[in-house]
């Protein structure tokens, strides 16, 4: 990314419910494991992970929620 430019994270928060320390948990756990349909184990990883990349390498600007919804906004600084 170049100097000012922006990046978004949108999150459907319905799907991507778990951070990672629930997450953790629930990966060390194999009776919990099954039990999770895969797309909310998937869909929380990889929110996080892109949240965790972003926070690292660029500058927060801001957190809007709308019910189901949140948008990280970031700058490259």
Known sequence: MKKGEKL???DLTSVSFFNSDRLKNISNNENEYNKIPFLYLISSYLKNSAISIAYDRLKFIDKKSNYDWD???????
């Open 8 to 10: 978004f994270i949108i």
């Open 71 to 77: 948008i990280y906004s970031f700058v490259k600084d």
